[in-house]
């Protein structure tokens, strides 16, 4: 698994770009390759309606190894998508949190 998209709250939810970058920024410092699709609009602009925007955001999915879920991804419609197609795809669905914590208690277990 190296490729993975992060899935979590964006309408609605100020400040949502910080906390897409900080999770994004600790997966990659973990050797993963993220699609983070907080920054989608800032490579196809603001013209896009909501069910445009979520059916890249699928396309994207689609070639990813997981989803990555991030605190607070139930409460979101999107994400509620994402999951659906997650699992009928057959990918792997984690918690951001968990593989973050895997890879860091990975490396502390390395020896010296």
Known sequence: MSRVYLSGPITGIE???RQFEGWK????????DVVNPAELTSVIGESFSYMEIMQIDLDLLQRCDCL????GWELS???NIEYGYALGADKIILKVE???NGCTEKSRKRPQ
Do not use: I
């Open 15 to 17: 400040g949502y770009k």
């Open 25 to 32: 920024d600790k997966l990659v410092a973990c050797g993963y």
């Open 68 to 71: 990555a879920q991030m605190p």
């Open 77 to 79: 419609r999107g994400c």
């Open 98 to 100: 968990d593989l973050v």
